[in-house]
């Protein structure tokens, strides 16, 4: 039998990256997995691939992690289809880099609104039939940039570390319920954005991580399957670095 059979996923911002990497993971463990994005084209095709490729049913949803409306119907669509919620991956996450001085209002908050305040939303709605069946695992994913912060991402690092605030105040307020909160923070992952580094650039970045190369999303994802799965049952409102030891 596969690790997650009969489970339900649902992550969210699953069209491409970590996303998918991890919708991918979880359905070739055998479960159910829903996957959200505000790009309805991006994760209808998204999610036909990875039911192609390992058999696994999966729902494809356009919504938006900053609107709750969207947040609750992902919650009904997902009851409609698989039945119920076992897993919420909240992975969806954006950047606007600047210099402080630079940054515009709008882009501080912008990030703020997906990286953190999604998170918080679709938890909300999540975690009314989690909390009443007492079980369910929510993984966020973070970043080590919320751990260390970095110069020219402070409307993302901020978003990130209060990512990390919120991981440990919901394992807090849903432990008596056997809900169990936990974050991932990924180092540097290999995505269509690094493979454009120049090579100078990318050279400099392995310099700083002492396993040598930068992370996958398949690294990630066997954290975030990890943490949702039977192998962690007494763990809770921790953050889990999946980082090359670049930050320890
Ligand atoms: N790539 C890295 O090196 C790295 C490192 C640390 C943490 N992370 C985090 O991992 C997660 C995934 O990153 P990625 O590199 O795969 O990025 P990505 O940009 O490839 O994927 C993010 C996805 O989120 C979706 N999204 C954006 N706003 C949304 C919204 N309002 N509602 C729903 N979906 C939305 C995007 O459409 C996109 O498909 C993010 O939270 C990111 O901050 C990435």
């Known amino acids: 039998m596969k690790r ?16 998918y990497d991890i919708a991918r993971a979880f359905a070739a463990e055998g479960a159910d997995v829903v996957m959200t994005d505000v790009s309805a084209e991006g994760v209808k095709a998204a999610a036909a691939a990875i039911a192609g490729e390992t058999g696994a049913r999966t729902l494809a949803l356009a919504a938006d992690v900053t609107d709750y409306k969207d947040c609750e119907r992902s919650l009904e669509e997902t009851f409609k289809a698989f039945g119920k ?6 992975n969806a996450g954006v ?16 990030v703020l609104d997906v990286n953190l305040k999604g998170a918080f939303l679709m938890a909300k709605a999540a975690s009314r039939s989690m909390l009443r069946l007492r079980s369910g695992r929510i993984i966020n994913i973070a970043s080590v940039v919320g751990q260390s912060g970095n110069a020219g991402q402070a409307n993302y690092a901020a978003s990130k570390a209060g ?41 400099r970045l392995l310099e700083m991580v002492p396993l040598g190369r930068l992370g996958s999303g398949d ?14 049952p007494y763990i809770t409102g921790q953050v889990l670095a999946v980082n090359g030891g670049i930050y320890m």
């Open 95 to 110: 950047a606007r880099d600047n210099l402080v001085l630079r940054m515009k209002e709008e882009d501080f908050q912008a």
């Open 219 to 232: 690294d990630v994802a066997k954290a975030v399957l990890f943490l949702a799965g039977e192998d962690s």
């Open 4 to 19: 997650f059979e009969n489970k339900v996923a649902l992550v969210t911002g699953a069209q491409r990256g970590i996303g």
């Open 163 to 203: 990512l990390i605030g919120l991981t440990k105040s919901l394992a807090r307020e849903f432990a008596s319920r056997q809900v169990l909160v936990n974050a991932v923070a990924p180092g540097y992952i290999r995505t269509a954005m690094t493979d454009g580094f120049p090579e100078e650039a990318k050279a």
């Open 85 to 90: 919620l076992d897993v919420l991956v909240n």
